[in-house]
């Protein structure tokens, strides 16, 4: 907790159940619970569950250039994002590599929220300000409850009138148990979900009272670490933890392409001008890795940086790994050379107790066509 300096007004919440409050981005954030995790991905995979992501940067962009300063920013094309939208995009630096990613929200003409994790999206935004008539405010009044999972909709008709129709990426401004939200639809489960941004004050019985409403239907309160078991499956990046920051290359400055990152879809079709953009047009079929999936033999899921073996030889490393006993996959996300990201190819993750067979395997394992993040009605 030394190096916290956010703080979330659900703290008192999750030390009653059991978090030491974990620092992330700044932020004591439930890491843990005294409960079985597994109990919590299953409430989000076939109920629900409720999660404070209020460690999530949010950053107001408000003014007469504030779509240039967005655009300039990120990786897709900010005028074609319409008020009540949101879109996820990329921000690179001037190597055309990976710093963040974020979800901008378009509030109105001049008016645009941006939410990053603890990557470099607040700098980023700076630098693209500077000299421009726009103001920035990194807002940490504003709380971030997280509800996910198939009976979330279910749970907010009955205090929220029209929220069956807001669509994937798209959000409204309406109350919640009397207080003023904005909810979007938006996660980071590969469920249908929403985010909650409510104010500070009103943060506690906003979760309290889904806590409680909500148990009779099976949702449960969620630790902020159950994101990377449905991560492992719906494949989901979190940054660092599966960058060059973390696992560097012999010899080179940190920093991923899109490309090797598989993220190349978040720049929209020919847009230039945005920082980084030169390079990674250039970088294009110059991967030297690519993220790909690992299907593993048995139960036992794959240690976290878990050394990615072919032949013998260490080719790459596993950034999560995890077993599902709810799909019975034993699934993760790899970082691995071009040649072995293949359908098929065998490989062995070498574990700390001992090494398991395993394949290349496309991403996602788990609803591959998406279909339930984006359900209508």
């Given at each position: 907790?030394?190096?916290?300096?956010?703080?979330?007004?659900?703290?008192?919440?999750?030390?009653?159940?059991?978090?030491?409050?974990?620092?992330w981005s700044g932020m004591g954030t439930a890491w843990s619970y005294d409960k079985d995790q597994?109990?919590?991905?299953?409430?989000?995979?076939?109920?629900?569950?409720?999660?404070?992501?209020?460690?999530?940067?949010?950053v107001h962009v408000i003014g007469p250039h504030a779509s240039h300063v967005i655009d300039r920013a990120v990786t897709r094309d900010?005028?074609?994002?319409?008020?009540?939208?949101?879109?996820?995009?990329?921000?690179?630096?001037?190597?055309?590599?990976?710093?963040?990613d974020c979800v901008v929200y378009r509030m109105g003409p001049h008016s645009f929220m941006v939410v990053h994790?603890?990557?470099?999206?607040?700098?980023?935004?700076?630098?693209?300000?500077?000299?421009?008539?726009?103001?920035?405010?990194?807002?940490d009044d504003m709380h971030d409850i997280s509800l996910q999972g198939p009976l979330a909709v279910d749970y907010l008709e009955k205090h929220v009138p029209g929220i069956r129709d807001v669509v994937y990426f798209s959000h409204i401004h309406t109350t919640l148990f009397g207080k003023p939200v904005t909810i979007s639809r938006t996660g980071y489960t590969g469920?249908?979900?929403?985010?909650?941004?409510c104010r500070r004050q009103d943060a506690p019985e906003i979760w309290d009272t889904i806590v409680a409403e909500g148990a009779e239907m099976g949702i449960i309160p969620t630790r902020f670490t159950t994101l990377d078991?449905?991560?492992?499956?719906?494949?989901?990046?979190?940054?660092?933890?599966?960058?060059?920051?973390?696992?560097?290359?012999?010899?080179?400055?940190?920093?991923?392409?899109?490309?090797?990152l598989g993220l190349d879809f978040t720049v929209s079709k020919g847009k230039t001008g945005f920082r980084g953009a030169e390079e990674h047009y250039r970088l294009k079929g110059k991967e030297r890795f690519k993220i790909f999936g690992v299907k593993l033999d048995?139960?036992?899921?794959?240690?976290?940086?878990?050394?990615?073996?072919?032949?013998?030889?260490?080719?790459?490393?596993?950034?999560?790994?995890?077993?599902?006993?709810?799909?019975?996959?034993?699934?993760?996300i790899a970082r691995m050379p071009v040649d072995c990201a293949v359908e098929g190819t065998p490989l062995t993750v070498a574990n700390p107790d001992g090494e398991i067979p395993a394949i290349a395997h496309p991403m996602p394992f788990y609803d591959v066509e998406k279909k339930r993040r984006t359900a209508k009605g």
């Open positions: 907790m030394t190096a916290s300096w956010r703080f979330s007004a659900l703290a008192d919440r999750h030390r009653a159940m059991g978090s030491d409050l974990e620092d597994i109990e919590e991905y299953l409430a989000i995979r076939t109920k629900a569950g409720v999660m404070d992501v209020s460690g999530l940067k949010k900010i005028e074609k994002l319409k008020p009540g939208r949101s879109t996820y995009a990329c921000m690179l630096n001037d190597a055309g590599k990976f710093v963040d994790g603890s990557g470099q999206g607040h700098e980023q935004l700076t630098m693209a300000a500077t000299g421009r008539n726009v103001a920035l405010l990194f807002d469920e249908r979900g929403y985010e909650i941004f078991l449905l991560r492992s499956e719906s494949y989901l990046l979190f940054f660092p933890y599966d960058n060059s920051e973390m696992y560097p290359f012999e010899d080179e400055a940190c920093g991923d392409t899109l490309w090797e048995g139960t036992v899921p794959a240690a976290e940086g878990a050394p990615l073996l072919k032949d013998g030889k260490q080719v790459g490393v596993v950034t999560v790994g995890f077993y599902s006993p709810l799909n019975e996959h034993n699934v993760g």
